[in-house]
T-cell receptor
């Protein structure tokens, strides 16, 4: 276990549903990330939160809405998704401290299928 | 041109072989380099983390960085069937806000008994 947990592990939803993905890190890190992983493509960074503040939105459609209530929890709210949004959604955390960058630790992911 | 290029494979080797996995990159500002291993239906697991140029060894794994050539490698000695996975290279620089990582596509490795 990496110290990063994600729920649910699998999710099937219709295009009109609203659902949320949850991520929790037990590592004391101050930065959290959402990634999308589709088959045969590099990991795509979606959102970055440093100290609970969103510092990056990588041109993600508004049907994906992140929330970071504290430095240990991260949510991804989903609504009116499209079939092409089906993918593995990965959460990661790391420690960011001034001029030093530390490695990112990933959760197991949520396998999302949009029908 | 992609910032990070990685041969997607698949790469198939017999058990006990030495495996070489490689990535090239275009951004000379990259200073931090990582290798992740991802088993099927799992999240990526950090294997190696190196800063700037040079070699780093951990058991059967050696990470090598050549900044002059913008080329990084991961060597696996005495490969085992349990090493069968997808290997992802990732890199970043201090300029990238929040430590944003740029990933390669991943190389799928299969080690045959």
């Amino acid at each position: 276990e990496t110290g990063v947990t994600q729920t649910p592990r699998h999710l099937v939803m219709g295009m009109t549903n609203k659902k949320s993905l949850k991520c929790e890190q037990h590592l004391g890190h101050n930065a959290m990330y959402w990634y999308k992983q589709s088959a045969k493509k590099p990991l795509e960074l979606m959102f970055v939160y440093n100290f609970k503040e969103q510092t990056e939105n990588n041109s993600v459609p508004s049907r994906f809405s992140p929330e970071c209530p504290n430095s240990s929890h991260l949510f991804l709210h989903l609504h009116t998704l499209q079939p092409e949004d089906s993918a593995l959604y990965l959460c990661a955390s790391s420690q960011v401290s001034g001029a030093v960058i530390y490695e990112q630790y990933f959760g197991p992911g949520t396998r999302l299928t949009v029908t | 041109q992609k910032e990070v290029e990685q041969d997607p494979g698949p790469l198939s080797v017999p058990e006990g072989a030495i495996v070489s996995l490689n990535c090239t990159y275009s951004n000379s500002a990259f200073q931090y380099f990582m290798w992740y291993r991802q088993y099927s239906r799992k999240g990526p697991e950090l294997l190696m983390y190196t800063y700037s140029s040079g070699n780093k060894e951990d058991g059967r794994f050696t990470a090598q960085v050549d900044k002059s050539s913008k080329y990084i490698s991961l060597f696996i000695r005495d490969s085992q069937p349990s090493d069968s996975a997808t290997y992802l290279c990732a890199m970043t620089s201090i300029i990238n806000q929040g430590g944003k990582l740029i990933f390669g596509q991943g190389t799928e490795l299969s080690v045959k008994p």
